[in-house]
Nanobody, 125 residues
Framework: QVQLVESGGGSVQAGGSLRLSCAVF????????MGWFRQAPGKEREGVAA????????YYADSVKGRFTISRDIAKRTLYLEMNSLKPEDSAMYYC??????????????????WGQGTQVTVSS
């Protein structure tokens, strides 16, 4: 089992930036997917961005393309989400998660097995 600890959330004004981090504890494989998800009150959890730990394909939701960047530092065992030009509709609890040994990159929450506790992002207008 992999344990994940997110940090970096906070409150910013629209147009601002935040960088989320997700520390990974436990063993992961190059074919594992790691992703960032968000859930606002009353809404379903949605995939924001995802990548393979081993590198290669990257996924972004249409709503964040050009504004968010997902990356990972294998040596530091950390996943990042750089968020720029934030909008009020980006406000949500953000989670990182791991999907074990996937044949294709996925951002479907149900395919992810291990989840962090979440970090809150609030964007004011």
């Amino acid at each position: 089992q992999v344990q994940l600890v997110e940090s970096g959330g906070g409150s910013v004004q629209a147009g601002g930036s935040l960088r989320l981090s997700c520390a990974v504890f436990g063993y992961t494989y190059r074919s594992d997917c790691m992703g960032w998800f968000r859930q606002a009150p009353g809404k379903e959890r949605e995939g924001v961005a995802a990548l393979y730990i081993g590198g290669g394909s990257v996924y972004y939701a249409d709503s964040v393309k050009g504004r968010f960047t997902i990356s990972r530092d294998i040596a530091k065992r950390t996943l990042y989400l750089e968020m720029n030009s934030l909008k009020p509709e980006d406000s949500a609890m953000y989670y990182c998660a791991v999907a074990p040994r996937q044949g294709a990159l996925t951002a479907v929450p149900g395919q992810y097995k291990d989840w962090g506790q979440g970090t809150q992002v609030t964007v004011s207008s």
